[in-house]
């Protein structure tokens, strides 16, 4: 069964940053290109990075760009999200996904597989 598990997510003041984490299980990742999205109450979930499997594509959302950057460690399966100067704003449910298609990777549809998803709470 395939698992992806986010974590790293917490309550932080404005300025702080965070390190999100994404372990991935269950079947060969090999190929697969991760994602980051993030979905505030009310609001329609986000694309926020994306990384293909070899590093040498990333694209990041407007929202957050600038203050992150997306990386990963294919022997251990898991995908990283370095964020810097968050703002209240960036409060949300951040979710990692995969695919092992390379289309859409800013699109939620264009992902296979999700996380449960890790909460960023920062307060002004």
């Known amino acids: 069964q395939v698992q992806l598990v986010e974590s790293g997510g917490g309550l932080v003041q404005a300025g702080d940053s965070l390190r999100l984490s994404c372990a991935a299980s269950?079947?060969?990742?090999?190929?697969?290109?991760m994602g980051w999205f993030r979905q505030a109450p009310g609001k329609e979930r986000e694309f926020v990075a994306t990384?293909?499997?070899?590093?040498?594509?990333?694209a990041y959302g407007d929202s957050l760009k600038g203050r992150i950057a997306i990386s990963r460690d294919n022997p251990r399966d898991t995908v990283y999200l370095q964020m810097n100067g968050l703002k209240p704003e960036d409060t949300a449910v951040y979710y990692c996904?995969?695919?092992?298609?390379?289309?859409?990777?800013?699109?939620?549809?264009?992902?296979?597989?999700w996380g449960q998803g890790t909460q960023v709470t920062v307060s002004s």
């Open positions: 996904a995969a695919t092992p298609n390379w289309r859409s990777l800013q699109d939620r549809q264009g992902y296979d597989y």
């Open positions: 269950g079947r060969s990742f090999y190929g697969y290109a």
């Open positions: 990384i293909t499997w070899s590093g040498g594509y990333k």
